[in-house]
């Protein structure tokens, strides 16, 4: 007998309809799974057998074949577990055929017929929703993350038992109940905030710039001068996420496996710090199965490279793409993906590598070969796609035993919050949400300069040997920094402070 249930797989962070597709007929007993698959599907005929048995069913002794169409697209990892186990039941009229084509099927199967979770849920249920499917069969681990989408019912389950015991209608299973993102939303820890660290008002101001705008950042300065707690107290004045945002940064994670299945979805900007050992596919995403990288993990949110000299020079050209264009694109030999990564890049470096070049108590102890290889680590192209270039000198026993309290984050991120609200209400029609991301019609139209302010930026590019991305950077900064202060335009003060975090050649050579 032949039956057929409706599953999914992904591509990427995009789903697509896959029908499984189970014949058994008379012959010898063989069973055979055929649709492209990997090694995890070739594996699952063990698994499904199994849990069937585990689950008091009888497995039948025939000739099975069981298709995954499309043939032609690449399908990977256990999620088919559950809709294969459940087309064999219906073929063997152990459950209802019209119950079972209610409902669409995603889950893996453990032995004893327990339903695991799986990865990639929430771009699923997206898609499942939008194909018109009204109700589907998930894994009960995977409840919190289901709780956030409407349009579509979505049933949890724990064991095969207890499934086909819903099927048949010996029991009753209710829908999950919506969530809504606004009432798990939480306050940040205040461990990192800003107010804990002393001085630096330099550094402070320059991210509250990068903040408002959505500028890349890189600190130089000293061993011990502030530059990873700056980093670190970073998130705590970037706007919150919205609730769009939030599912995207949800799919990836998902898909990626890193999802606190506990909430159920990202309520906070990430914020990714990978070791400076980290791999380039580590980075970029890939492997076998192109899953994302730590560049696409912290879409929405901040990249930290600590020591970023000290990463592999082909790991740091990764981010030409994304830096550029706000999305990466993963090519392997089966398949090509593009993962969205609108990140904030905040870097810190020492200005050589023993960290004291240009200290004024510290003498350096590099020989000018070791500051020169290490200094080109960071090329051109990289560096000036690269906002604000921020000095940032070692603190004195005074700042330190200061009472005076230091500004907390939340009133930094009042402000940053104001600023973004122009840029969304200036860029409604134009598809972006902050000033990193104009274009070249963007800055011909929004940042507009007067004839003394033409002249000061004139006499910076020639000087400073400016690039044209480097140009239209100090226009971007300049126009947040005019943001910040509630200026319709941008006046010769605001290109002024916007010069000043491109002018560290001078100092480092950077």
Known sequence: MLSKVTSFGL??????????????SNGLPTYDIVGLGDTAIKESKYRVKSAIKNSTFQFPIHRITINLAPANMKKEGPIYDLPIAIAVLASTEMVEIEKVNQYAYIGELSLDGTIKKVNGLLPILITARDFGIKKIIIPKENEMEASFIEGIEVYPIDNL????????????????????????????????????????????????????????CILVGPPGAGKSMLAKAFPTILPDLTFEEALEVTKIHSIAGVLDNKIGIVTHRPFRTPHHTATTIALTGGGRNAKPGEISLAHSGVLYLDEMPEYKREAIESLRQPLEDGKITVARIQQSIEYPANIMLIASMNPCPCGYFGHDANKCRCTPVQIVKYRNKL?????????????????????????????????I??????????????????KI??????????????????????????????????????????????????????????????????????????????
């Open 413 to 430: 991120k009042d402000r940053v919050e104001k600023a973004r609200k122009i840029q969304l209400e200036r860029y409604k029609d134009d």
């Open 161 to 216: 038992q207890h499934l086909v015991e819903f099927l048949n209608g010996y029991i009753h299973i209710l829908p999950i109940s919506t969530k809504f993102f606004d009432e798990i939303q939480t306050s940040m820890s205040i461990i990192d905030d800003f107010k804990y660290i002393k001085g630096q008002s330099l550094a402070k101001r320059a991210l509250e710039i990068s903040a408002a705008g959505g500028h890349n």
């Open 433 to 510: 949400f902050c000033n990193a991301k104009m274009n070249q019609k963007h800055l011909l139209k929004y940042c507009q300069l007067d004839e003394e302010t033409k002249d000061i930026i004139k006499d910076a590019f020639d000087s400073l040997n400016l690039s044209a991305r480097a140009y239209n950077r100090i226009l971007k900064v300049a126009r947040t920094i005019a943001d910040l202060d509630n200026s319709e335009n941008i006046r010769y003060e605001h290109i002024l402070e916007a010069l000043q975090y491109r002018n560290l050649e001078n100092k480092y050579g950077i």
């Open 11 to 24: 591509n990427g962070l995009e789903g697509y309809i896959v029908n499984v597709e189970v014949d058994i």
């Open 379 to 411: 090329s051109g192209p990289i560096l000036d796609r690269i906002d604000l270039h921020v000095e940032v000198d070692s603190i004195s026993y005074s700042d330190i035993t200061n009472k005076v309290e230091e500004e907390p984050s939340y009133m």
